[in-house]
């Protein structure tokens, strides 16, 4: 891919992380700006945050009591497995030169990158630590949709595989100049390399792990609402990094995303619970942390490219579509997801990712699509991305899932699940009676 090639995917706002790094470097001698290097080594604080503690305590709080330090040390795990494969192969095949799908193995161990080494007008390390954030996190959300049943050793195991075979192909297809990146694919944040593909291996390991005892039967009740509350406001502040740092600078599009983040996420919380007020009667903690989070996913694809009154109408739409994920859709697809994670990031991930292509327009407030490029056909676009998206991580999942079974088994044995993971996968308890 010539430098050309490059400079039309920099209309599509991918001029930061997207670039393939070896060629943004060749291309002309970058220098490294303070203040941009302390913003993203910031941004990539945050978004370390969002993981532990943030996903952590979200996740923990939502379950029951006997399992909430199963799911705190699943989180940690899967974080500390997918920082240390990230280093040793998985930023190379993410976001070395490669083919339309993989990366090589060239930066393997971050060999041949040096410390002085520039990622735009930033050190090639923070890039390196940035995208691992976004890596440790996507995994960990898959951790909620089967949780309180799997085997500690099983969800090691797929951990490996899914994001081997899942996340770094699709993030090379979409911020490292790959086959979606070509195809003009808009996806600022990570609405299809993070929540999509995340939610859907989360929901096929749902279905494979099979529902939990007694579910349908008894009540299965958030153990701990003030955790779950504070889980979501770490997430709400680590957001920022999230989002605000995938411009790669400080500068007016993290200012947009930014900004972008804080409306869209004030209208889901607003729209999710004036509509779970309508249904329910009582409005709820939980929906309102719920729709902070729908906010917060449905805005990431989209938050540097719409404008404030689009980041807006994606944000009440998300809300909407969140509340109608975890009421309705859920019942229809008759699966038991813990944490909602398919009902939140899967829906308001689709449904952000297509209107991304909408209120990018710049009629609408949006910074415009590439030369040439209609409405009708970025929105053709989006639907590919997150369809293609759904497809692959599906398949890696069912494969990553069955391998995990096939070696340890996928689920722990009834009784030691009805007496919790706690104490029979980790031997302690939360709460000492």
Known sequence: MGWDKMKKLAKFGLAGVALLPSLAMAAAPAVADKA??????????????????????FYGGLIRAKNVLSMLTQVAMTFAMVCVLWMVY?????????????????????????PTAVMGSYYQYIHVAFQASFACITVGLIVGSIAERIRFSALLIFAVIWLTFAYLPIAHMVWAGGFLAQDGALDFAGGTVVHINAAVAGLVGAYLVGKRAGFGKEAFKPHNLPMVFTGTAILYFGWFGFNAGSASAANEIAGLAFLNTVIATAGAMLSWTFGEWALRGKPSLLGVSSGVIAGLVAITPACGYVGVGGALIIGLVGGLAGLWGVTILKKWLRVDDPCDVFGVHGVCGIVGCILTGVFASSSLGGVGYAEGVTMGHQVWVQLFSVGLTIVWTAVVAFIGFKVADMIVGLRVPEDQEREGLDVNSHGENAYNQ
């Open 36 to 57: 941009d290097n302390a913003f993203m080594m910031i941004c990539t604080a945050l978004v370390l945050f969002m993981t532990i503690p943030g996903i952590a305590l």
């Open 90 to 114: 998985g930023y190379s095949v993410a976001f070395s030169e490669g083919n339309a799908f993989f990366g090589s193995f060239d930066w393997a161990m971050l060999k041949g990158i040096a």
